[in-house]
């Protein structure tokens, strides 16, 4: 089958009807938010300090631009994209795990961006506020699980291990990565040894990051990624970088980079047009991009600066939160996935206010993001 173009597709109009609540879902994500608290709690009382209950660990704490493209069709013209203009955004490079690891426990790479200035309809519990936030993982489209009970048991299995052995988890790793690296040989790949200190170690600015569950677009659903485009960045794809002995070796490598690199990535998105092969509620289903592929709506650029600092770690770790429940209602999160992330990231978001005694605030600008 032929791939389509924005001129060929007929995305599907959201209805309510399409989104169906697992069975004992407010139970589930009960249980999910006790295991995220474990999390937290061991972490804190371990280092005496709040961290994220996933993706502590930050390695690029980025300032840039959002530019949304010329001339964009109807059906990818929708909320923030709706109109060319450029954006401030943050972006924070991350690994999944809630412990602070050597980087030689390679596990999945995250990108979380705050995009700022956002005008429209806000989502509850972010009235007044005039951000978007989107999350982001490595490792293709889909989902390492279909729905919250699954994402649920996932959780209770790695909670106990917080913190536990850090030398054991290295030396795990390291076989982990020679397993996952024979399981490619022969074609496949194994989510949950990658997800457990298998991923290859390559460098984390060559990635291409998805959403993996859906938002609203507009009238229309998507899910989003975003992809490396200019030259020094898509060169980095696959690169290995060796961080053994470099406990932040992909934090020194992101630093590195960019003291004197511009960086480019493009913003695309995939709309739903047939819900049989394009699930709202399983999350581990990738999207045809036969039937329906990423289409770009706008590029980020990232100017040379210092890409990590102490003082940029309390203003975006401590201080920020990015919670894709951060936004105007034309990018609703939806699906089974998302509908426990909105209690998960509020649970976390005030663990860490609560415990550091902070406050969590929207930035209206980043007049004063630190330099």
Same mark, same amino acid.
């Not at 295991?35 to 980025?62: C, M, P, Q, W, Y």
């Not at 964009?72 to 450029?86: D, E, H």
């Not at 992101?254 to 998105?269: L, P, Q, S, T």
């Given at each position: 089958?032929? %791939?389509?173009? $924005? =001129?060929?597709?007929?995305?599907? %109009?959201?209805?309510?009807?399409?989104?169906?609540?697992?069975?004992?879902?407010?139970?589930?994500?009960?249980? +999910?938010?006790?295991?995220?608290?474990?999390?937290?709690?061991?972490?804190?009382?371990?280092?005496?300090?709040?961290?994220?209950?996933?993706?502590?660990?930050?390695?690029?704490?980025?300032?840039?631009?959002?530019?949304?493209?010329?001339?964009?069709?109807? %059906?990818?013209?929708?909320?923030?994209?709706?109109?060319?203009?450029?954006?401030?955004?943050?972006?924070?490079?991350?690994?999944?795990?809630?412990?602070?690891?050597?980087?030689?426990?390679?596990?999945?790479?995250?990108?979380?961006?705050?995009?700022?200035?956002?005008?429209?309809?806000?989502?509850?519990?972010?009235?007044?506020?005039?951000?978007?936030?989107?999350?982001?993982?490595?490792?293709?489209?889909?989902?390492?699980?279909?729905?919250?009970?699954?994402?649920?048991?996932?959780?209770? +299995?790695?909670?106990?291990?917080?913190?536990?052995?850090?030398?054991?988890?290295?030396? +795990?790793?390291?076989?982990?990565?020679?397993?996952?690296?024979?399981?490619? @040989?022969?074609?496949?790949?194994?989510?949950?040894?990658? $997800?457990?200190?298998?991923?290859?170690?390559?460098?984390?600015?060559?990635?291409?990051?998805?959403?993996?569950?859906?938002?609203?677009?507009?009238?229309?659903?998507?899910?989003?990624?975003?992809?490396?485009?200019?030259?020094?960045?898509?060169?980095?794809?696959?690169?290995?970088?060796?961080?053994?002995?470099?406990? =932040?070796?992909?934090?020194?490598?992101?630093?590195?980079?960019?003291?004197?690199?511009?960086?480019?990535?493009?913003?695309?998105?995939? +709309?739903?047009?047939?819900?049989?092969?394009?699930?709202?509620?399983?999350?581990?289903?990738?999207?045809?991009?036969?039937?329906?592929?990423?289409?770009?709506? @706008?590029?980020?650029?990232?100017?040379?600066?210092?890409?990590?600092?102490? $003082?940029?770690?309390?203003?975006?770790?401590?201080?920020?939160?990015?919670?894709?429940?951060?936004? %105007?209602?034309?990018?609703?999160?939806?699906?089974?996935?998302?509908?426990?992330?909105? @209690?998960?990231?509020?649970?976390? $978001?005030?663990?860490?206010?609560?415990?550091?005694?902070?406050?969590?605030?929207?930035?209206? =600008?980043?007049? =004063?993001?630190?330099?």
């Amino acid at each position: 089958m032929s %791939i389509q173009t $924005s =001129n060929t597709l007929h995305p599907l %109009i959201y209805q309510p009807s399409f989104e169906v609540p697992e069975e004992g879902e407010a139970e589930i994500i009960t249980e +999910l938010l006790q295991s995220l608290k474990h999390i937290s709690e061991v972490t804190f009382n371990d280092s005496g300090h709040a961290t994220r209950s996933v993706h502590a660990k930050s390695h690029g704490l980025l300032r840039g631009e959002m530019q949304v493209l010329d001339n964009l069709p109807q %059906i990818l013209a929708q909320g923030i994209f709706a109109v060319p203009r450029s954006y401030a955004i943050v972006m924070r490079l991350s690994t999944v795990p809630g412990d602070m690891l050597d980087d030689s426990v390679s596990t999945p790479r995250g990108m979380a961006v705050k995009v700022v200035g956002v005008e429209g309809e806000r989502l509850d519990g972010s009235a007044g506020d005039v951000t978007q936030d989107f999350v982001f993982v490595n490792g293709g489209p889909g989902f390492s699980a279909a729905g919250a009970r699954d994402f649920s048991n996932a959780l209770k +299995l790695l909670a106990p291990t917080t913190n536990k052995a850090p030398g054991l988890k290295k030396a +795990l790793s390291a076989v982990l990565r020679g397993t996952e690296k024979v399981i490619e @040989a022969f074609g496949g790949e194994s989510a949950t040894i990658i $997800s457990m200190g298998g991923h290859p170690e390559t460098h984390i600015l060559g990635e291409t990051f998805f959403s993996k569950t859906p938002v609203l677009f507009g009238p229309y659903m998507a899910k989003i990624c975003i992809a490396p485009v200019s030259a020094n960045l898509t060169e980095l794809a696959g690169t290995e970088l060796n961080v053994n002995g470099k406990p =932040n070796g992909l934090r020194d490598a992101v630093i590195d980079f960019f003291k004197d690199n511009i960086a480019e990535w493009e913003v695309r998105v995939q +709309l739903c047009t047939d819900l049989a092969s394009m699930p709202v509620e399983d999350a581990s289903v990738a999207w045809p991009e036969d039937l329906s592929p990423y289409l770009p709506v @706008a590029r980020i650029i990232v100017q040379p600066q210092l890409a990590w600092s102490e $003082s940029r770690s309390k203003a975006v770790d401590d201080n920020m939160s990015f919670n894709p429940w951060h936004g %105007i209602a034309a990018h609703r999160p939806i699906g089974s996935i998302m509908r426990a992330r909105k @209690a998960a990231y509020d649970m976390s $978001s005030k663990f860490r206010a609560a415990h550091n005694g902070l406050q969590m605030k929207e930035p209206g =600008n980043l007049d =004063n993001f630190p330099e």
